[in-house]
């Protein structure tokens, strides 16, 4: 079985920075994409960042400029770089992966790391 453990959350200022990691161990197969997602209390998981084996990137409006999600093939590991926080990036943040794997793709989940950003 697969498992994605995330490390780098807490508490900063506003202004501050972050790195989140999520690392992938396991049976892991072929990676096709590593990502981030979040979710803040009362609403929907939104997509954050994405990262493909090809190291193609896709971000969400809300963070184009301030994050930077980047990859670790050796590792298993993908990266979240957080500059200039805000109070509105305070969510639970998840790890993701789309692992291919017996010609079958799959989606992995990890735990969620608590990101708060305080006024």
């Known amino acids: 079985q697969v498992q994605l453990v995330e490390s780098g959350g807490g508490l900063v200022q506003h202004g501050g920075s972050l790195r989140l990691s999520c690392a992938a161990s396991g049976s892991i197969g072929s990676i096709n994409a590593m990502g981030w997602y979040r979710q803040a209390p009362g609403k929907q998981r939104e997509l954050v960042a994405t990262?493909?084996?090809?190291?193609?990137?896709r971000y969400a409006d809300s963070v184009k400029g301030r994050f930077t999600i980047s990859r670790d093939g050796a590792k298993n590991t993908v990266y979240l770089q957080m500059n200039s926080l805000k109070p509105e990036d305070t969510a639970v943040y998840y790890c993701?992966?789309?692992?291919?794997?017996?010609?079958?793709?799959?989606?992995?989940w990890g735990q969620g790391t608590q990101v708060t950003v305080s006024s």
């Open positions: 993701h992966a789309e692992l291919l794997r017996w010609n079958l793709r799959n989606n992995y």
């Open positions: 990262i493909t084996s090809g190291s193609s990137t």
